[in-house]
């Protein structure tokens, strides 16, 4: 191409000829706007060139070659942001920014231009906005109206957020491929496997995730192989495989630069922490949250220094070391209030919930219980909110694209879109009106719930102190009362008793002695049952040698008061059940036979085969039980006067045994013809394998 001055007339040499002077000047100006005007045109029809292609040109000491690489990533994130798509106006030919990145790429790797490969990821990462943060483990489900997993889905929207990533990863990692370039997927695969991961499909993360530190070049890059670590360690936990998961998270610890960080650091113990609180193994875990909370203070994240303590309260809970879990989750509480973290507040909430229950205040339970639904509401609503907030951006974005590649056609359609985006806006409203009312009227119906169940366990309460004060009053006070009264004799008259007489007294003090024990022992054991302190750990064993200490006591207490007892078990009896529990069932029953025997009765302990259970009796021929009062003997609700030697009985050892029988899967009851005629009490309990027992 010629320079200017050759096609300007009269500008060569600088010499103007004097003639037709100014029709030249005119001449000139109107050429000189021509390629001004022209230029523009150009530069404007290259999309994405419009403002940095002459300072790329201008760039110096930069080979042409990488120069025209950072060009095409450049346009490349220029038609992503502007929405363009393969596609030719008015004789000019667009093409998609997957065009212009794999073009880079693949200029790259035939120049063997290492930083071009990285612009190629850096390029990647702008246009799809990949995110790479590391996964907190540990979300459970915190009830059964809304599980951990809708939870989860709805706190974070990182697997909404993808916009096709996917497909033009595996795309590129199929470049990668077919250009031989194998050593430098491993960033896609991890990528990939993030996605997988974001849509809870861990099979397929686990896949990539694999592949991805399977890779050589992958261990120059020690932080990466960290994080790939740590989140293949978080896709077993999910995916119930524990010991995998901690392997994994265990490698994570062993690289040593990533643990320089020590935000990482504190969320991979984190991580650990939790496997192992899964596994019960509840010591280890409260080793790793501590060591965790200490690395998130070095961090100075206070979110996770929040939620580190939350977990140590959770774990000092179970372990029942009660008071540093309620001085953790305090603190937790107070940092998540501070930064209004309602995510990590409710777990507070839930947690000192199930620790004052532990600790037998209920009335602070109750409290905490309902702050963690009043969170648990709110989350959920701010979660709808956002989502349809989002969903309206992206809508809002979508249209700004189509009116910037098609400017001409939005606008002559704008008037008609307007009015669709109207109705949609309007029917948007409407369902999000109409969730809301929703919500609220299901928020007033569990509260509703909530109110009533806390009336229904306020009033159990009740019972259960009235129940307990009559128990001191009557049951309590009544031997103690006759302790003193049989003492009192003794002591003023032991000068003038023989020895016969003596040894009658302490029989009946040592008989009495006895009866408080029980009575006691039944006290401790049934307030234990009301707290939800006790549990039935059901094993195989014979009935026979469980019994045989407690039959002996009482053969000797029945054969001071002229009563004789009679043991038909056999050594082969063998059942499946608790076996403190049948102990504490067989001795109430033995001391209420003997209780309301008398000289010359007898006492029967018995058992026979049902199918594949085993009924145990216990028989006295004694004063029997009125029908009317054998029907209420095991109720809980009511009291029973029974007459034995003037006393009141409240029946709380027939509670305990109808207790305890049923923690055992099996049944209670009594028969009796009548005053005088004796009864008979029977339990059933599972017999087993291998146990020979005559049926009947």
């Not at 390629?35 to 080979?63: A, H, M, W």
């Not at 905490?368 to 701010?382: C, D, G, I, R, T």
């Not at 009291?639 to 003037?646: H, I, L």
Request: a negative charge; charged letters at 25%.
């Amino acid at each position: 191409m010629k320079p200017l001055f050759y096609i300007i007339p009269g500008i060569k040499n600088n010499k103007i000829p004097p003639e037709n002077h100014y029709k030249d000047k005119v001449v000139c100006l109107f050429l000189l706007l021509l390629f001004l005007f022209s230029s523009d045109v150009i530069c404007s029809q290259v999309p994405g060139t419009g403002n940095f292609s002459y300072s790329n040109v201008n760039k110096r000491n930069e080979d042409d070659d990488t120069l025209e690489v950072r060009l095409l990533y450049d346009r490349a994130v220029a038609a992503a942001r502007s929405g363009i798509h393969d596609h030719t106006e008015n004789g000019t030919e667009f093409r998609n920014a997957v065009y212009y990145y794999l073009e880079g790429l693949k200029l790259s790797l035939e120049l063997n231009y290492e930083n071009g490969v990285q612009l190629f990821y850096q390029t990647l990462s702008e246009i799809y906005n990949q995110k790479t943060d590391l996964p907190v483990i540990g979300y459970e489900e915190l009830n059964d109206t809304f599980p951990g997993n809708r939870f989860r889905d709805f706190q974070y929207y990182r697997n909404k957020k993808h916009f096709g990533s996917l497909d033009a990863y595996i795309r590129a990692a199929q470049t990668l491929r077919e250009l031989n370039a194998d050593e430098q997927v491993y960033l896609l695969d991890y990528w990939i496997g993030l996605i997988y991961f974001d849509w809870f499909n861990y099979p397929r993360a686990l896949k990539h995730f694999e592949a991805a530190f399977k890779n050589d070049n992958i261990k120059s890059d020690s932080l990466l192989l960290s994080d790939v670590y740590q989140c293949a360690g978080a896709s077993f936990y999910y995916k119930g495989s524990y010991d995998s998961a901690i392997i994994c998270i265990n490698n994570s610890l062993e690289i040593p630069a990533a643990m320089k960080d020590p935000l990482k650091h504190g969320i991979a113990l984190s991580n650990l922490g939790e496997i192992y609180y899964r596994k019960s193994d509840f010591s280890t875990a409260l080793t790793c949250f501590r060591n965790s909370h200490d690395q998130f203070v070095l961090s100075g994240d206070s979110a996770c220094i929040s939620l580190s303590l939350a977990e140590v309260g959770k774990t000092g809970i179970a372990l029942n070391q009660y008071g540093e879990a309620e001085d953790a989750l305090l603190r937790a509480m107070k940092i998540a209030g501070n930064l209004d973290d309602k995510a990590i507040l409710g777990k507070t909430y839930y947690y000192l919930d199930k620790l004052f229950m532990k600790m037998g205040d209920y009335e602070k339970a109750y409290y905490y219980l309902n702050e963690f639904s009043h969170v648990k509401e709110s989350l959920q609503a701010e979660s709808i909110s956002g989502f349809f907030s989002e969903y309206q951006t992206n809508w809002q974005n979508e249209m700004g694209r189509e009116i910037t590649k098609k400017e001409g056609e939005a606008l002559k359609r704008s008037e008609t879109t307007v009015e669709l985006n109207k109705t949609r806006l309007y029917l948007l409203l409407l369902g999000l009106i109409i969730i809301i009312v929703f919500f609220a009227a299901t928020y007033t119906y569990r509260l509703y719930r909530l109110k009533r169940r806390a009336n229904i366990y306020l009033t159990e309460l009740n019972r259960s102190k009235e129940k307990f004060l009559s128990i001191i009053s009557h049951d309590v006070r009544g031997p103690i009362v006759g302790f003193i009264d049989l003492l009192e004799p003794l002591n003023r008259q032991i000068k003038d008793l023989s020895p016969g007489q003596i040894s009658g007294h302490l029989d009946k003090i040592i008989s009495m002695s006895q009866n408080i024990k029980l009575l006691v022992d039944n006290l401790l054991e049934w307030t234990k049952a009301q707290q939800g302190l006790i549990e039935c750990k059901p094993e195989p064993f014979s009935l026979y040698e469980a019994v045989a200490p407690d039959l002996e006591i009482y053969r000797q207490i029945a054969g001071s008061k002229g009563i004789r007892l009679v043991n038909n078990l056999k050594p082969e009896t063998g059942i499946v059940a608790d076996r403190n529990m049948i102990r504490i069932i067989v001795r109430n029953l033995l001391n209420n036979a003997v209780k309301f025997s008398g000289k010359g009765d007898a006492i029967t302990i018995n058992a026979f085969g049902d199918g594949d259970h085993i009924v145990v009796s216990v028989e006295d021929t004694g004063i029997g039980i009125e029908p009317d009062l054998a029907e209420a003997l095991f109720d809980e609700g009511s009291d029973v006067n029974t007459m034995a030697s003037g006393r009141r009985n409240s029946g709380l050892g027939l509670l305990l045994c109808r207790e305890y029988v049923e923690k055992c899967n099996g049944k209670i009851w009594v028969k009796s013809d009548g005053a005088n005629n004796g009864s008979a009490f029977f339990f059933t309990v599972k017999t087993s394998q291998g146990s020979w027992i005559k049926s009947n």
